[in-house]
């Protein structure tokens, strides 16, 4: 199988792990409602652990290493700027998408970063392929829940647009494995942009989201999808 290939197929495993999710979060019922809470919550937690250990193992230090301060600050505040307003205008509607926005921005710049490594460390691609997947999972069934909970989108038509969204990963994988594989300044560049995005998701939407009274599983939900994120980031450093 030839690199581009692998890296499509790699990007489209890790971009099915939001459908899955989605799935997962449909068919979920759990009878006793103060439980079914708590599973929710630390599952958003979760994912927002593993988002979080995206921004500060793998987007901010591998753009930060391609990008003078000058340039990579500006655009980490950018990001979250962008996705402040992106936020205000999804309120203003009525509608949410704020786990989405930020699953979103978590698996397209690693698309990206996947297809580039395709080119010389196939290995590392692997694995990084792996943790995506892992993290997409309870990313979807996060985003699946804060969507379908709103009642105005049937949930077949939310899993049909995961699974088009999943779609984009190969795309990103293919600009990558093309094109920015021999650029990691703008690959550098749209890593810092999307981190500066999910920081102000988290700490705006995702992590009060999971918040609950008198229970401690989110937090430590939210310490498992870090520390997932880690054990990832150490093993393929």
């Given at each position: 199988?030839?690199?581009?290939?692998?890296?499509?197929?790699?990007?489209?495993?890790?971009?099915?792990?939001?459908?899955?999710?989605?799935?997962?979060?449909?068919?979920?019922?759990?009878?006793?409602?103060?439980?079914?809470?708590?599973?929710?919550?630390?599952?958003?937690?979760?994912?927002?652990?593993?988002?979080?250990?995206?921004?500060?193992?793998?987007?901010?230090?591998?753009?930060?290493?391609?990008?003078?301060?000058?340039?990579?600050?500006?655009?980490?505040?950018?990001?979250?700027?962008?996705?402040?307003?992106?936020?205000?205008?999804?309120?203003?509607?009525?509608?949410?998408?704020?786990?989405?926005?930020?699953?979103?921005?978590?698996?397209?710049?690693?698309?990206?970063?996947?297809?580039?490594?395709?080119?010389?460390?196939?290995?590392?691609?692997?694995?990084?392929?792996?943790?995506?997947?892992?993290?997409?999972l309870p990313e979807g069934f996060g985003a699946f829940r804060d969507i379908w909970a709103h009642g105005k989108v049937p949930g077949w038509v939310v899993l049909a647009i995961f699974v088009g969204l999943a779609g984009l990963g190969p795309l990103c994988?293919?600009?990558?494995?093309?094109?920015?594989?021999?650029?990691?300044?703008?690959?550098?560049?749209?890593?810092?942009?999307?981190?500066?995005?999910?920081?102000?998701?988290?700490?705006?939407?995702?992590?009060?989201?999971?918040?609950?009274?008198?229970?401690?599983?989110?937090?430590?939900?939210?310490?498992?999808?870090?520390?997932?994120?880690?054990?990832?980031?150490?093993?393929?450093?």
């Amino acid at each position: 199988m030839d690199a581009l290939t692998s890296a499509l197929l790699l990007a489209l495993f890790a971009g099915l792990a939001m459908p899955l999710g989605g799935v997962l979060a449909r068919i979920e019922h759990i009878r006793n409602a103060r439980v079914e809470a708590r599973v929710v919550k630390s599952v958003t937690a979760f994912g927002g652990g593993a988002l979080l250990s995206a921004v500060a193992l793998v987007l901010v230090p591998k753009g930060a290493e391609a990008l003078p301060v000058v340039l990579a600050v500006p655009l980490l505040v950018g990001g979250g700027l962008t996705f402040y307003l992106v936020d205000k205008l999804l309120a203003q509607a009525g509608g949410s998408g704020a786990l989405l926005l930020a699953m979103l921005l978590d698996f397209l710049p690693e698309a990206m970063a996947l297809g580039a490594l395709l080119v010389t460390e196939a290995a590392t691609a692997k694995l990084l392929a792996a943790m995506m997947f892992l993290q997409n999972l309870p990313e979807g069934f996060g985003a699946f829940r804060d969507i379908w909970a709103h009642g105005k989108v049937p949930g077949w038509v939310v899993l049909a647009i995961f699974v088009g969204l999943a779609g984009l990963g190969p795309l990103c994988a293919a600009l990558g494995f093309h094109f920015l594989s021999s650029d990691p300044e703008t690959l550098g560049a749209i890593m810092i942009f999307a981190a500066g995005g999910i920081l102000y998701l988290i700490f705006q939407d995702i992590a009060p989201e999971a918040y609950e009274k008198g229970t401690w599983s989110p937090a430590l939900g939210a310490v498992a999808g870090f520390a997932l994120g880690l054990a990832g980031d150490m093993v393929i450093g």
